[in-house]
């Protein structure tokens, strides 16, 4: 199969075509036929060898965890899911080797769930990562009807799908983004404010009694206004800065689950969350993609036509 593939950490430059053997497919694993894959911050970082210390990397290695795709081959033990079934998921596993940057995967069903009927598999494999990172924050923070949600970087690729989550889960939504995706964050369902030293008074001017909860995603010591902006029983939580803990909050570290997936799957359905795609690549130029998603600059998520 084709794959693309690392061999040694670096830049994009480090990313090439590689001719693989089809996946072994353990008993709780099925092989899928991937479609699409997308671009996550967390991938060139995986790629530049940031996250070493925590996570094992067999090379060569294979990037990418978020998939689109058939199933093509089920393990001895799977009865969630049959061959050609139309599948999405965030293929993570405890070591950085068999990604899903390529043409078959081997995923194990609790990674995976049913597509979004509603949806491209291109649209569906921006979805994973970070879908699942917003819908298990706001899960955490037990949000809902009576909050008003806080969320850091509504515009950007997890603050997108939170927004939207948090307006299905009926909150009211106040976003900081940069002015001129201040539009952008309206028409996800939120009150946006500007980043920086205006925001404390954009959000006390909002919400005069302070917002229910606060969700970091961008770090940068953010979390610190919290004290400023939130009620006396604020609930935080960051995926960007360890620091949060310092002000009562909590560390978030998305984890795959398919009742999690299925249950995204579902808003999707429901006309609750709407994915949008910055730009597609073919496999051939996967490394402009990365290249692409580490400017920190596109609106929306970058995604890789597989087949």
Do not use: C
């Amino acid at each position: 199969m084709r794959a693309i593939t690392f061999s040694r950490y670096g830049g994009p430059d480090v990313l090439e075509m590689t001719d693989l053997p089809t996946p072994k497919v353990g008993p709780d694993s099925v092989l899928v036929r991937v479609h699409a894959t997308s671009v996550n911050p967390v991938d060139w970082k995986v790629r530049e060898g940031y996250l070493d210390q925590i996570m094992e990397t067999v090379f060569p290695a294979v990037p990418g965890w978020d998939v689109a795709g058939v199933v093509e081959q089920v393990g001895l033990d799977t009865p969630e899911l049959e061959v050609g079934d139309e599948v999405y998921g965030y293929v993570r596993t405890d070591v950085v080797h068999g990604g899903t940057t390529a043409e078959l995967v081997a995923a194990p069903v609790r990674t995976l769930a049913r597509k979004p009927t509603t949806v491209s598999f291109e649209e569906a494999a921006a979805l994973p990562l970070a879908g699942l990172t917003a819908y298990q924050a706001l899960a955490r923070l037990e949000v809902g009807t009576d909050d008003t949600v806080l969320i850091h970087n509504a515009a950007g690729g997890v603050g997108g799908f939170a927004v939207q989550i948090a307006r299905a889960l009926g909150a009211r939504v106040i976003g900081t983004a940069s002015p001129a995706r201040h539009e952008y964050v309206r028409s996800l369902g939120a009150e946006p404010v500007p980043y920086g030293d205006p925001m404390v008074a954009a959000v006390r001017e909002l919400a005069p009694e302070g917002v229910d909860v606060v969700l970091d995603l961008v770090g940068g010591g953010v979390v610190r206004s919290t004290p400023e902006v939130g009620t006396a029983d604020v609930r935080i939580a960051s995926i960007a800065d360890p620091e949060v803990a310092e002000v009562g909050g909590v560390n978030m570290w998305v984890r795959p689950d398919a009742a999690d997936l299925a249950a995204l799957a579902a808003l999707v359905d429901q006309g609750k969350v709407r994915v949008e795609i910055a730009q597609t690549f073919p496999l051939e130029e996967t490394a402009a993609a990365h290249a692409l998603s580490a400017e920190g600059h596109v609106q929306g998520k970058v995604v890789i036509r597989v087949s």
